[in-house]
């Protein structure tokens, strides 16, 4: 283990970042080969070229970059369509994929079947309520609010007032019908 970790500490080591300086990339514990005047004067010549084309790319891509805002500018082209056509590929890379048309049908089939069970357990529970109703518990309790209903509901008037039961209560109805000059009717004073 030991071993493979100090091989991957080398590796690390060995291998540049990008953009790193050539004069850092070289770790300073590495002995300096031994070179003439000469070979360190021609090295010195590619660093200095090397910067060079450095600075030039970086000039060439900004003048570039320049060319192409000012060219979408011109065609009208915003962040935000570019972030709305770039969404609008998205999904339709994603809507492609075989993932998302795999899911798709399995929510489908998962839809399917929940609206097959939450069918039947309507028809069951309607069964079942109307099994309630036919009850004769249902039925008995039914008849006794009916009889209720109809002793509360007044009878309407066939006829003479005066002929009505005065053991009963005196109907809404009659308490409505009152002329409005009523002795019942509280005046208000002033």
Request: without cysteine.
């Amino acid at each position: 283990m030991e071993d493979a970790e100090k091989g991957s500490q080398e590796h690390t080591d060995s291998v540049p970042e990008v953009g790193e300086d050539a004069v850092t990339a070289v770790s300073p514990s590495s002995p300096i080969p031994a070179m003439t005047e000469e070979e360190r004067q021609e090295l010195q010549e590619e660093l200095v070229k090397v910067e060079d084309e450095i600075l030039t790319l970086s000039q060439v891509l900004a003048v570039k970059e320049k060319q192409l805002a000012d060219i979408k500018r011109k065609l009208g082209i915003t962040p935000l369509n570019e972030l709305k056509q770039n969404i609008t590929k998205t999904w339709q890379e994603v809507t492609t994929s075989t993932a998302y048309r795999r899911t798709s049908e399995t929510l489908s089939q998962a839809s399917l079947k929940a609206t097959a069970a939450f069918s039947n357990m309507g028809s069951a529970i309607s069964r079942k309520l109307e099994d309630v109703r036919n009850a004769p518990t249902f039925k008995s309790f039914e008849e006794k609010v009916e009889t209720l209903k109809t002793k509360m509901t007044p009878a309407g008037s066939t006829g003479d007032p005066d002929n009505q039961d005065s053991s009963s209560p005196p109907s809404t109805e009659a308490f409505l019908s009152e002329p409005e000059g009523s002795p019942n009717q509280e005046t208000p004073m002033h």
